[in-house]
């Protein structure tokens, strides 16, 4: 009796033939790229086809690092993989580990070989990329003087700052004199002391692109003190140069917007910070007004010219009074001294004298008061009102009046 086998182990046995065959488990196919999508998983899936055939292929999101460009319908591709089947379809399919353009192998694995070579000579590090100056004055070009690319450029650098001066170098960025034309460009324009320049080209082939993979344009970005953009083909495209430069530009309209700052968000920048300035110097003053009126309010309380003129006040009082008390103390001595006159005029001898008495002196001057000291003969002066007479002692008598 025949056997009769499942639908799966016959499937089992197929991809178990394809596994054990040498030859499929790492094979290159060149082909169309046809179908293609890209799964929101990262996988690629995509129909390889020529003249008389198909053939289903997936690059899983794992593999898709070998990838240098974006797959698209017609494009001719060299595929590098394995053929197995997949068992629950019953259908074979090549798993893609790595997709090169057709006859580009060799121009890929130079840009491989370059590649590693200046990533281990440190020129990739990040500590030796420039940074880009926010505010840039002139602006260096190493381009071709005629192309999409130049355009784009001038006219986005224009746009947003029209003060910036753009200096182009017209160099061949196409051809066997390339490489040595862009270098020559970026030499000119370091030496022009541009503050920033952008090396790059519009979008091609790889071959068309490939003096930005040349090492000596490398080493003239890397050698280079101004700040170098690149900005070469589309921005699948990835060149030597892209990894040198101190920034990437996906494009040269990008590098030109990375380039030149917006002039009129400075100016908006700089009216805002003007008008803080503003608000901040009139919070300030009012501030300062408000302290100024409340120490005019402390001056006025504790001001010296009240005091002053209290303490003026209290002095023409205080003089007032003293004045008034020295009148008082003179009348009052005035009236003291009227009656002392008074007192001494009833015991002046002048008043005696004007009432007709006399006194009497010897010639010594002492006041005769008493007879027994005077002799007749002795002269004598007798002082009366309105003189003196001089006399001379005849004989003297008692008080009684009788003769001594």
């Not at 003249?51 to 240098?68: D, E, P």
């Not at 993979?213 to 690149?230: H, K, L, M, T, Y």
């Not at 990375?258 to 503003?278: F, P, R, T, Y």
């Amino acid at each position: 009796m025949q056997n009769v086998y499942t639908v799966g182990q016959v499937n089992s046995y197929i991809k178990n033939m394809f596994v054990q065959d040498f030859l499929l488990q790492d094979l290159s196919v060149k082909g169309e790229v046809s179908n293609c999508k890209y799964h929101s998983s990262g996988h690629i899936y995509f129909t390889l086809k020529d003249g008389k055939g198909t053939i289903s292929c997936v690059m899983f999101a794992g593999n898709r690092s070998g990838l240098s460009f974006r797959l698209t319908e017609g494009v001719q591709v060299i595929v590098r993989g394995c053929i197995d089947v997949y068992e629950r379809d019953g259908k074979y399919q090549m798993y893609a580990k790595g997709v090169t353009r057709d006859g580009m192998g060799a121009l890929y694995e130079r840009f491989e070989q370059l590649k590693l070579k200046l990533a281990e000579q440190g020129m990739f590090a990040p500590e030796y990329k420039r940074q880009i100056p926010g505010f840039i004055k002139t602006l260096g070009v190493v381009t071709a003087p005629t192309g999409a690319a130049v355009r784009d450029i001038i006219n986005i650098a224009s746009r947003r700052n029209p003060y910036v001066q753009i200096i182009l170098y017209p160099a061949i960025v196409q051809g066997d004199a390339a490489a040595e034309s862009i270098v020559k460009g970026i030499h000119a324009l370091e030496k022009e002391r541009v503050d920033v320049i952008i090396a790059g080209r519009g979008g091609g082939s790889i071959e068309d692109l490939w003096a930005f993979n040349e090492e000596s344009v490398a080493q003239a970005i890397f050698d280079c003190s101004v700040p170098i953009i690149s900005a070469v083909g589309h921005e699948t495209d990835t060149t030597i140069a892209d990894y040198v430069a101190d920034l990437r530009a996906p494009t040269p309209s990008a590098a030109a917007e990375l380039a030149v700052c917006d002039i009129s968000l400075v100016l908006g920048q700089m009216e805002g910070i003007k008008a803080s300035l503003n608000r901040q110097i009139a919070g300030r003053i009012k501030l300062a007004r408000a302290n100024s009126t409340a120490l005019g309010a402390r001056l006025k309380v504790n001001s010296p010219t009240g005091r002053i003129r209290e303490r003026r006040t209290y002095s023409m009082n205080l003089e007032e009074r003293i004045n008034a008390a020295i009148k008082n103390k003179i009348v009052e001595k005035r009236h003291r001294l009227a009656i002392y006159i008074e007192r001494l005029k009833g015991n002046s001898p002048l008043d005696k004298l004007n009432q007709g008495y006399s006194y009497v002196s010897d010639s010594r001057g002492k006041t005769v008061t008493d007879v027994n000291r005077v002799s007749a003969g002795d002269s004598l002066m007798v002082y009366v009102k309105n003189g003196k007479i001089k006399t001379e002692v005849k004989e003297t008598f008692c008080k009684d009046y009788g003769t001594t």
